[in-house]
């Protein structure tokens, strides 16, 4: 915890606080869904690796039409993860502001928090999708591959 002894001191009012708050639990529900992310992604590497004996013989053509979708899959996978990135480097930008400007620093912080609980909630919604994914992913590669 920092020193803040000697420093003046702010109080959020209720309406920061509450977007403080929603800020909180959506860090904390997008915590926990990157971890099953991981989880799944290391299920799938693990599997992979091992490369068990299909649990299902299919024909050539559905073998193929299978593999298609599993690189559809990874693509939806891959661009889900960019734009994620970029939403998180745009972030910066308000932070940028407090430190460059002078007498806004509060309404600064209080727009990138925004903007962050914002950008959680939709992160929230792209990763439910990428497991959903990489489920389905690790799945085909169980049964079929």
């Not at 559809?72 to 993860?81: D, R, S, T, Y």
Request: aromatic share 10%; net charge neutral.
């Amino acid at each position: 915890m920092p020193d803040t002894k000697d420093t003046a001191k702010y109080e959020f009012c209720e309406s920061e606080n509450l977007m403080l708050s929603a800020l909180s639990t959506n860090l904390k529900k997008l915590g926990v869904l990157v971890l099953v992310a991981g989880l799944l992604f290391v299920a799938y590497l693990i599997v992979s690796f091992i490369d068990p004996v299909p649990l299902m013989s299919i024909s050539d053509t559905k073998h193929a039409l299978f593999g298609a979708v599993d690189w559809g899959l990874w693509g939806v996978i891959a661009v889900l993860v960019i734009y994620l990135s970029i939403t998180l480097i745009r972030l910066a930008a308000p932070i940028g502001q407090i430190v460059k400007s002078s007498g806004a620093d509060i309404t600064y912080l209080m727009h990138f928090t925004r903007d962050l609980t914002r950008m959680a909630g939709v992160s929230f919604i792209a990763l439910i999708v990428v497991c959903l994914l990489l489920a389905v992913s690790l799945v085909f590669l169980v049964l079929i591959f």
